[in-house]
């Protein structure tokens, strides 16, 4: 399954795979409960979730990792991020305020948007909390273009 649209996952699961990517390899399910001081019990059922969509897996013993597809998602995850705080910055937000402004709107804006989107800031390199990379989909976009 490929979740194309970039719509497809909650604030709260988009915040998690955010979080297993930057951490990297297998990362603890207590680890995560702590960095988002919420109940293990409520984390489990969310990675379930997330095991079941095919972008983690679960590591006996160990904890979980992103799965080929979970790790390609978080990319586009952490540039629409970065696309979209640095669009805030650029109209007057303070790079925190934007970083915490964005997060919560980002997992809103569809895939096709922040292409388009980058397109038109002219495809930025670098954005406040990080490097932006950029790959067909938003270089090779035309203004307007439907698809
Ligand atoms: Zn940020
Ligand atoms: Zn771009």
Redesign the pocket.
């Known amino acids: 399954m490929e979740p194309e649209c970039g719509l497809a996952l909650s604030a709260r699961k988009v915040e998690y795979i955010k979080f297993i990517f930057e951490t990297g390899g297998t990362v603890r399910t207590t680890m995560i409960a702590t960095a988002f001081s919420v109940d293990p019990s409520t984390i489990t059922k969310t990675l379930a979730e997330l095991a079941a969509g095919g972008y983690i897996r679960h590591v006996p013993y160990h904890g979980v990792c992103l799965t080929e597809t979970g790790e390609r998602h978080a990319e586009f995850l952490i540039k629409r ?2 696309i979209l ?1 640095l669009m805030l910055v650029r109209n007057g937000l303070l790079p925190e305020e ?2 915490r402004e ?2 919560q709107f980002e997992s809103l804006v569809s895939k096709k948007a922040v292409d388009r989107i980058c397109h038109f800031m002219g495809h930025p390199r670098q ?4 490097e932006i990379t950029h790959d067909n989909d938003c270089l090779e976009r035309e203004e307007g273009a439907s698809s």
């Open positions: 991020h970065r705080s934007a970083c964005a997060s954005g406040i909390c990080g």
